[in-house]
Nanobody, 124 residues
Framework: VQLQAFGGGLVQAGGSLRLSCAAS?????????AGWFRQAPGKEREFVAT????????AYEDSVKGHFTISRDNAKNTVYLQMNSLKPEDTAVYYC?????????????????WGQGTQVTVSS
């Protein structure tokens, strides 16, 4: 599965962005759980959010709960990350990932496929 993440950009604090992660054509997302991770300069990659294969179960890193929402549209082979009330500390490269199976995970090493990353910069 090839994943392409897009939708990043520069936004002021308090603003919103929606990231999208599209699976390569001919591949269905239905059999894969998905997740978003991020990596800020000088820091390790960290978990942001995950969603199960059907979209009925989600989980979030504590600092984004209540202002980020992960969702998916399996008919479009796409996973989304809606980010509201953005803060400067949300600045990072955001990566989407997919793993075979039903359940999502917060553990990066459990993911089988990764997108190339999209830069999100939040100015104060």
């Amino acid at each position: 599965v090839q994943l392409q993440a897009f939708g990043g950009g520069l936004v002021q604090a308090g603003g919103s962005l929606r990231l999208s992660c599209a699976a390569s054509s001919g591949r269905t997302f239905t059999n894969y759980a998905a997740g978003w991770f991020r990596q800020a300069p000088g820091k390790e990659r960290e978990f942001v959010a995950t969603i199960n294969w059907g979209g009925g179960s989600t989980a979030y890193e504590d600092s984004v709960k209540g202002h980020f929402t992960i969702s998916r549209d399996n008919a479009k082979n796409t996973v989304y990350l809606q980010m509201n009330s953005l803060k400067p500390e949300d600045t990072a490269v955001y990566y989407c990932a997919a793993r075979r199976g039903v359940s999502g995970s917060s553990i990066a090493s459990l993911y089988d496929y990764w997108g190339q990353g999209t830069q999100v910069t939040v100015s104060s």
